[in-house]
T-cell receptor, first 113, second 111 residues
Framework: SQTIHQWPATLVQPVGSPLSLECTVEGTSNPNLYWYRQAAGRGLQLLFYSVGIGQISSEVPQNLSASRPQDRQFILSSKKLLLSDSGFYLC????????????FGPGTRLTVL | RKEVEQDPGPFNVPEGATVAFNCTYSNSASQSFFWYRQDCRKEPKLLMSVYSSGNEDGRFTAQLNRASQYISLLIRDSKLSDSATYLCVGRPMEYGNKLVFGAGTILRVKS
């Protein structure tokens, strides 16, 4: 069966510090991968998605970036965090072209102070 | 206008009650829909998919009305454990694999 891991689970970072969040998927090949952010009391906002290694699409302009160095690894990064980057970051996967059912990882709760 | 809109609630219902949520969508080309359940400070988990007119899974029934562009979720015989936020999700055809999430409806089931 497929599983998705995210770490760390929680993170408190000062403004201006760098960020690296990692997501890995097991039990499937060539998944579509997604990064979402959920601000407190808000809906999920798609940040990035990837259909393959090195293929990243950005959905919103921001100071975040994403990379996919391996088939089942998706990384979210920032060089300098802003207060507005605080939120709940969720990684998700789906399979196949048109594979629309997405499954979420446990998430990383980021607080920028 | 938001692509997927939900009443944020909260819906406060007693155990055993039947409760229904509606969700409207603006993109008539949306192909498929989903209901996800999200517990406090947890990730969303798929509750059910809705591809045609509806779907039923135990106490949960989802219905899709394409003419009026809304999806409903009916929960029968509510349990305390049903308390959560329910997310309505659509997939517009032109978006490929991307989904559009509603902000969620809060349900609180009380004894």
């Amino acid at each position: 069966s497929q599983t998705i891991h995210q770490w760390p689970a929680t993170l408190v970072q000062p403004v201006g510090s760098p960020l690296s969040l990692e997501c890995t998927v097991e039990g499937t090949s060539n998944p579509n991968l997604y990064w979402y952010r959920q601000a407190a009391g808000r809906g999920l906002q798609l940040l990035f998605y990837s259909v393959g290694i090195g293929q990243i699409s950005s959905e919103v302009p921001q100071n975040l970036s994403a990379s996919r160095p391996q088939d089942r690894q998706f990384i979210l990064s920032s060089k300098k965090l802003l207060l507005s980057d605080s939120g709940f970051y969720l990684c998700a996967w789906s399979v196949g072209q048109g594979g629309d059912t997405q499954y979420f990882g446990p998430g990383t709760r980021l607080t920028v102070l | 206008r938001k692509e997927v809109e939900q009443d944020p609630g909260p819906f406060n219902v007693p155990e055993g009650a039947t409760v229904a949520f509606n969700c409207t969508y603006s993109n008539s080309a949306s192909q498929s829909f989903f209901w996800y359940r999200q517990d406090c400070r947890k990730e969303p988990k798929l509750l059910m998919s809705v591809y045609s007119s509806g779907n039923e899974d135990g106490r949960f029934t989802a219905q899709l009305n394409r003419a009026s562009q809304y999806i409903s979720l009916l929960i029968r015989d509510s349990k305390l454990s049903d308390s959560a936020t329910y997310l309505c999700v659509g997939r517009p055809m032109e978006y490929g694999n991307k989904l559009v999430f509603g902000a969620g409806t809060i349900l609180r089931v009380k004894s």
